[in-house]
């Protein structure tokens, strides 16, 4: 029978059966994988071999390092003298490329042994005697004790950089908000951070009288730990994206960057869960002689949304007029009151009970705000 025996291309001859490359400088001898690497790229010329397929290839199922797949290159490359790579091209970000043509010889060969070990020995005579064979097969084990060496130190490696990447994505999550960080760490979580129109609804919230009230660090840090606990029980409670923490001011997203039903609603029961919470807050930070209140500013509308920051520092924020609105009302609002904008009204009408409009002149809006002051929750289930 017939099987291809050499593989020809430019100056070089591949000897499948020796597993020896022949060239002009004469007869190389490479690695056992290093033979295998070449042997696939040479028996698939002209199209980009990705180093996934190679590495499924030549080490089958085993966890290979990119280190392990690029030396074997490397190597093969030298034996080549390909130092321009011109016959072994690499495509970034893909794989690499045979580019030379191929031309095979087929040699004639003995049909497949007997399968026992006795039937083996004589047919051919000798074998397990030859010293030859026995050197060959002590090289191999050789070479394959240390292919598993390499491939042992280079699992090791790629579990520590896993569970060090790991260890800095848990960080990671207490710096930005867990739904940007969800998405981040999913599958095309990218389209979901650039910058986008959407429909939301904008809390702001801060501390009346938090500036002028310490001089204690040790006080100042005890107020915000349950002031932003009690705002992070609600935001997963109501699905809202805490934008950001600026001190005791703090603001938050409903309808993004998930997207949620009903956000004034959201926005408006978050409000008055979280009036009900600072009320009982405040009164113990008056028992121990810290007169604080709260004031918070609901607005609902268009707003641009995404990634903005600079290189090295970035943050996922709403930006437009009802971010700033939010804002302006909730500096607007007395102390222990939330007030809301008219869009927001218009959308809970039915389920809150308000006082009357108050219209006030906002820096940045060419005309009067019509600001009302939520009193109290109808027909609707309180979450305390």
Known sequence: MTVPGLLRFGAHTLDLDRLRL???????????KCFEVLRYLVEHPGRVVTKDELILAVWGDAITADESLARCVCDVRRALADDDR????TVPRR????????SSVEIEVA????RDAAA???AVPGRADDKAFVVELIRDLTARQRELAELNAALERRVTHQ?????RLTRLRRFVPAQVADLMLGDNGERYLTSHRREVAVLACDLDGFASRFQDTDAVTAV???YHASIGTLSRTFEAMVERFAGDGVTLVFNDPLPCADPPGRAVRFADALRR???????????AGRDIGFRIGIAYGHATLGVIGCEGRCDYAAVGTVPSLASALCARAARGQVLMSESVLAAVTDVVGVAPATSLQISGFARPVRAFALLQLQHEERTA
């Open 22 to 32: 022949n060239g002009p400088s004469g007869e190389t001898e490479l690695r056992r």
């Open 86 to 89: 011109e016959i072994i091209r």
């Open 95 to 102: 794989g690499y490329l045979f580019d030379a043509p191929v």
């Open 111 to 114: 049909p497949p042994p007997p």
């Open 120 to 122: 083996a020995t004589a």
């Open 163 to 167: 569970m060090l990447e790991i260890e």
């Open 224 to 226: 915000l730990i349950e």
């Open 277 to 287: 919470r600072l009320g009982r807050l405040t009164q113990t930070w008056r028992h």
